[in-house]
């Protein structure tokens, strides 16, 4: 395989990127001068350098290892409720809303409908754990399931509620889910601040 086939493959991997994209990306560096090139490459090894997962809530932040970001280190978040996304982008969009103030757990991916492996696709276990210490340390009142609207978001809510039902029952907290506001179909990385602010209202 040549080097332009071989570096195709690797942008292939990125989310939603095709043959024709990936390859498109290797011209456009091919075009670019080197100093451009070096700087990029760079770019990437700092951000793993210098972009950690928090160990409580798993969302990147620019820390040192087992570092707790912000959010879960600060005083002023509410930490009795505990909102669960798929990923990142889900949380920056909710956060920007400025229409939540709890703590964040960051699922890290949705559970496929048909699947005998699910632990390999979600934090499950980190979950469970969050969960369980959230109970025991701030007397957690509400877990909050915060999923695109779309069949592999729904099962996947689905999944949570059958796992986190037995914490529910010994420590009491609520799980409910983003009520209308978002329609059927909706990514939560594309919602605008009106319509997360309703789907939190009125979760259910």
């Not at 969009?93 to 696709?121: A, C, E, H, Q």
């Not at 969050?130 to 999944?159: C, F, R, W």
């Not at 601040?193 to 939190?200: C, D, G, H, P, Q």
């Amino acid at each position: 395989m040549n080097p332009i086939d071989k570096l195709t493959e690797h942008f292939k991997e990125f989310p939603g990127i095709g043959e024709r994209q990936a390859k498109r990306f290797v011209y456009f560096l091919l075009h670019k001068n080197p100093s451009y090139v070096k700087e990029l490459g760079d770019k990437i090894l700092d951000i793993k350098n210098t972009i950690h997962q928090c160990p409580s809530c798993f969302l990147f932040f620019q820390s040192k290892i087992d570092q707790l970001c912000d959010v879960c280190s600060s005083t002023k978040t509410d930490k009795s409720s505990l909102l669960i996304v798929e990923k990142d982008a889900d949380y920056e969009n909710i956060k920007r809303s400025k229409n939540y103030n709890g703590m964040y757990f960051i699922l890290g991916g949705l559970v496929p409908i048909v699947t005998k492996d699910t632990p390999t696709f979600v934090r499950t276990k980190e979950l469970i754990r969050n969960i369980e210490n959230q109970s025991k340390q701030n007397g957690l009142k509400e877990v909050i399931i915060a999923l695109s609207l779309n069949p592999q978001g729904e099962h996947t809510d689905m999944y949570l509620r059958e796992i986190i039902s037995p914490l529910k029952d010994k420590y009491g907290f609520n799980i409910v889910s983003l009520g209308r506001g978002l329609s059927t179909g909706t990514e939560l990385e594309y919602s605008d601040s009106e319509t997360i602010k309703n789907a939190l209202r009125n979760r259910s």
